[in-house]
């Protein structure tokens, strides 16, 4: 089993960064394919990015491409969101979720774990 949780959210302006971490304990982590994912008040979840298990390939929804970037250390078991010149509209909470079997998907359900989130809240 493994139980991912999320870190690193908080507080910013309008043009600020953070960095988010998706740490996991448990084995197996490494060959996992993680998603990450925000929900803000009265919308649905959205997939922002992804990245495969060996961090080679990365996927960014467009809302966010240029200005996030997914990263990962398996020997830390751990996958990072590092956002940049973030925007009111990033305001949500931000949740990682892993696929046991090396997969990625824009879907949420499909995932084997989920973290519980962290909030993100961007001023303008």
């Known amino acids: 089993q493994v139980q991912l949780v999320e870190s690193g959210g908080g507080l910013v302006q309008a043009g600020g960064s953070l960095r988010l971490s998706c740490a996991a304990s448990?084995?197996?982590?490494?060959?996992?394919?993680v998603g990450w994912f925000r929900q803000a008040p009265g919308k649905e979840r959205e997939c922002i990015g992804t990245i495969s298990w060996s961090g080679d390939t990365t996927y960014y929804e467009d809302s966010v491409k240029g200005r996030f970037t997914i990263s990962r250390d398996n020997v830390k078991n751990t996958v990072y969101l590092q956002m940049n010149s973030l925007k009111p509209e990033d305001t949500a909470v931000y949740y990682c979720?892993?696929?046991?079997?090396?997969?990625?998907?824009?879907?949420?359900?499909?995932?084997?774990?989920w973290g519980q989130g962290t909030q993100v809240t961007v001023s303008s």
């Open positions: 448990g084995r197996g982590f490494s060959i996992y394919g």
């Open positions: 979720a892993a696929d046991r079997q090396g997969r990625v998907y824009g879907v949420g359900r499909l995932y084997d774990y």
